[in-house]
């Protein structure tokens, strides 16, 4: 494994910092000054031209679980829903569907952290361009402890300088001893300017009451840090295989659980992936990944977390529109991902995002980003001929209204591979149709087409709900809500604006009701 260090060129105080790297082994350079570059344009890709110091602390915090609920993360503040709720829902979906039978109130400190690294070692393995690309942070130092005698203890990777310096005290010549301890008080002071103005720096914001004492790289240094000091101290450490990314968090899990863990492992996520793979799939880059005002990711940086692709869409495959192809999902997800914003009209999810290979689905807000999982295999069974049926039909209801209009019989006989030629379709249409309204009906269609149908899905099931915020669980408790599913005999949709959990539901399954326990709808925000 090779391990580098990405330290930022002088910059305003609001600017995203470009990197330079520290001294290395000359065999490296060059992957060196790759790295610095990627990480250059990865800052500007991510945030800007500028970085609002209030959304980069909502962005700084760790990976730290539930007092409440073993296995559930919390989330401090808004907008890095976009990284926790994805990890959260890969680590219910090693739990329920790798490891059956934990109770989730048993689990042990141990196995969480267990459970968290191989989520983060499945979201990367989706990611994997070339190498793994685990980036962390140099600790900030007590400039006392740099010029303390002899100073034997401090690691030259921890000296935050001056890459020549540390290379000519390693390769001085013997000479008489006034010259030696000359140059040595030299180095001594020059080491310890560094790290008082970097002890400055991060002392810039005011102290937060998130942060604990080892909060800030491990070493207790009072405030938050800035995105100055925190870009300064990236350190990349490449690793070949997924098995070494898992020992390496085992054995350094401060990285994931400190002050800025989950930036690092965003961070992680878009090196491993590859800058211009990244640039590829996102297409438009003119706005940043991290929202410049209100600090929530893009779908770019959700879908990158969740399929291991930076598609700014969430239909199927692409679309053209006007010309331009719109990148979508590709392939049947791992993990699910269904939103309100489906209902309001702003996207169309596809069929690869609503029917994932595992029971857990991230939800989506306007907002924020929470998760929905259930025990239940056989809400993702294989879709039975006559669910696929309904499924088509449905593409051609725009409306949702459970029927379409009697010229499109054809098409939809056509996308499932009936028989489809004019005359039989004339015939059909008469017959499902036979007061000439226009109008085919869904339940008429599914009659005529599939008497016997049958359902994958049950009827009832029972879903459980996350939502990472404390404020937005009941007592600030982050605990998972539980309820009961009831898929209605009617097809028409009941909406109700005033239940955002209800309506998000329904664009997966249209005809659900849930009964939460203590009666008490979990919050989407």
Not at 182 to 192: D, F, R, Y
Not at 337 to 348: D, G, P
Not at 384 to 399: G, H, K
Not at 430 to 457: A, C, H, Q, R, T
Request: hydrophobic share 35%; proline share 6%; aromatic share 8%.
């Amino acid at each position: 494994m090779g391990e580098h260090s990405l330290q930022s060129q002088p910059a305003g105080e609001q600017q995203p910092p470009a990197a330079a790297p520290s001294s290395e082994a000359a065999g490296t350079s060059n992957q060196q000054q790759q790295g610095v570059q990627d990480l250059r344009e990865i800052c500007q890709l991510l945030w800007g031209s500028s970085i609002r110091q209030e959304v980069f602390r909502r962005w700084s915090q760790g990976f730290e679980f539930s007092q409440c609920e073993p296995s559930a993360l919390v989330q401090r503040d808004g907008g890095p829903c976009c990284v926790i709720a994805p990890v959260q829902a890969y680590l219910l979906k090693i739990l329920l569907m790798e490891t059956p039978g934990h109770s989730f109130s048993d689990l042990t400190t141990d196995k969480c952290k267990a459970l968290l690294i191989q989520a983060i070692c499945q979201i990367l393995t989706k990611c994997k361009y070339t190498k793994y690309r685990v980036v962390s942070l140099r600790p900030r130092q007590d400039p006392s402890a740099s010029v303390a005698a002899g100073d034997a203890s401090c690691p030259a990777e921890e000296m935050d300088g001056d890459a020549e310096m540390m290379d000519a005290l390693e390769n001085l010549p013997p000479n008489d001893g006034n010259e030696e301890v000359e140059v040595g008080v030299e180095a001594m002071a020059a080491a310890a300017a560094v790290a008082e103005s970097d002890l400055k720096n991060q002392n810039t914001a005011s102290a937060s009451p998130d942060a604990g004492a080892a909060g800030a790289g491990g070493t207790g240094a009072p405030g938050p840090w800035t995105p100055e000091a925190f870009h300064e101290r990236l350190t990349v450490t490449e690793l070949e295989q997924i098995d070494d990314v898992e020992k390496y968090y085992a054995s350094h899990f401060n990285v994931l659980a400190e002050e800025c863990g989950v930036l690092l492992l965003l961070y992680t996520v878009l090196l491993t992936k590859g800058l211009d793979n990244v640039l590829s799939e996102v297409s438009d880059t003119s706005e940043p990944l991290i929202h410049g005002t209100y600090g929530y990711g893009s779908q770019a940086l959700i879908n990158l977390m969740l399929t291991g692709r930076a598609v700014p869409y969430v239909w199927d495959n692409e679309q053209d529109v006007g010309g331009l192809k719109l990148k979508g999902i590709t392939q049947q997800s791992d993990i699910g991902f269904i939103t309100l914003m489906e209902q309001m009209q702003y996207c169309t999810v596809g069929f690869f995002y609503k029917n994932p290979k595992n029971p857990v689905w991230v939800m989506g807000s306007e907002t924020h980003l929470t998760v929905l999982f259930s025990n239940e295999k056989r809400l993702v069974s294989p879709e039975t001929p006559s669910e696929i049926a309904r499924r088509v039909f449905r593409q051609f209801d725009t409306e949702g209204s459970n029927f379409i209009p009697s010229p499109l019989l054809q098409d939809v006989l056509c996308a499932l591979d009936l028989v489809s030629e004019p005359e039989y379709v004339e015939l059909m249409r008469k017959k499902l149709d036979p007061e000439n309204l226009g109008i085919i009906l869904l339940n008429e269609f599914m009659y005529e087409f599939f008497p016997s149908e049958k359902k994958s899905v049950p009827d009832t099931f029972d879903l459980l709900h996350y939502n990472g915020i404390p404020n937005s669980n009941c007592e600030n408790r982050v605990r998972f809500n539980k309820g009961h599913a009831i898929l209605l005999e009617s097809d028409v949709r009941m909406c109700n604006p005033s239940d955002p959990m209800l309506t998000c539901l329904q664009t997966k399954w249209p005809n659900i009701e849930v009964n939460w326990n203590d009666s008490r709808t979990p919050s989407l925000n």
